[in-house]
């Protein structure tokens, strides 16, 4: 473990956080969880206030959708709604779970924004300038923008697919030098350690090697994200090409956001090893194909 590698996060100027529904909401109940949300927009708006940009990528759409509407919450239940079903269960919950974050940022006086995407606004130039040119002027205006995939109208066909691919191609979009994978695991294990008590974990990955690719096989267990260790993966290779350090760590504190700016070591570190001819949107149109 580099010492150095982690102190030197401290400088990063430009982060994307990304939170899964899983981690907002209890379990039980599929209720937000309200004092996350709190630690987390409370941790954003203090680095906003040392003068870092923010971009937040919030999961949670369908999730809350469900709840508005009293869909019975199971959380052993796997996914069975149909395509309709979802669209409509996120055009209620993606507005409600804005008007929580907008209330939330509001009592620390930060003013946010929603931006949804969908894969056409990467793969598309003319949309992809004009999403860049948005982040862009939202920054300069001080807003954090809140992201998540525009549920709503997208298919298959169209569809990024998860919120870990869609965090780091906004960290792509915007030069961002850090993005921040907060989930229900802590980091990166040799195998899911949730089936093999010998898996180990691994706190630094310099170089994403097939060895390391090859453990993003198996789930994260979560019923209502749709990120596993892979789509993590495939995060971290976005992100690294593109010049951004990653870290997946543990959503069981809020708080660990600091500390990982702070140099502590907590979850897995990725390190950033850009390559000048990276092409974000024939890597996404590959892993498209790959699914
Ligand atoms: N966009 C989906 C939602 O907000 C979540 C995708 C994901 O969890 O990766 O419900």
Redesign the pocket.
């Known amino acids: 473990m580099s010492e150095n590698r982690r102190e030197y996060l401290k400088n990063k100027k430009r982060i994307v956080i990304k939170i899964?529904?899983s981690s907002l909401q209890h379990k039980e109940t599929g209720g937000l969880n309200f004092t996350r949300l709190d630690v987390l927009v409370r941790e954003i708006v203090n680095l906003r206030n040392q003068g870092k940009d923010v971009v937040l990528v919030?999961?949670?759409?369908?999730?809350v959708g469900k709840k508005a509407l009293r869909f019975e919450h199971d959380p052993n239940a796997s996914e069975e709604k149909t395509l309709a079903e979802k669209q409509a269960l996120?055009a209620v919950?993606?507005a409600r779970l804005m008007m929580v974050y907008q209330k939330l940022f509001m009592e620390y006086n930060q003013m946010a924004a929603q931006i949804l995407m969908t894969k056409h606004t990467v793969a598309n130039p003319l949309n992809r300038h004009n999403a860049e040119n948005t982040f862009r002027e939202l920054l300069e205006m001080g807003v954090v923008p809140i992201v998540?995939?525009n549920?709503t109208v997208t298919t298959d066909e169209i569809k990024i697919?998860?919120?870990?691919t869609?965090s780091a191609i906004v960290a792509s979009m915007i030069d961002a030098d850090m993005l921040i994978l907060l989930s229900d695991i802590e980091g990166l294990y040799t195998d899911d350690p949730r089936v093999n008590p010998e898996a180990k974990f691994i706190s630094e990955v310099t170089s994403l090697d097939d060895e390391i690719l090859q453990m993003g096989k198996g789930s994260t267990g979560s019923t209502?994200?749709?990120?596993g260790m892979n789509?993590k993966l495939i995060a971290a290779q976005i992100a690294s090409k593109s010049g951004c350090d990653m870290v997946i760590a543990s959503s069981e504190d809020i708080k660990v956001i600091h500390r990982i700016m702070k140099g502590k070591e907590y979850g897995t570190l990725f390190h950033a090893n850009k390559e000048a001819d990276f092409d974000l949107p024939k890597f996404i149109e590959e892993v498209h194909q790959e699914k």
């Open positions: 899964g529904s919030s999961s949670g759409a369908i999730a996120a919950g993606q998540n995939e549920d697919g998860d919120n870990d869609l209502v994200g749709t990120g789509t």
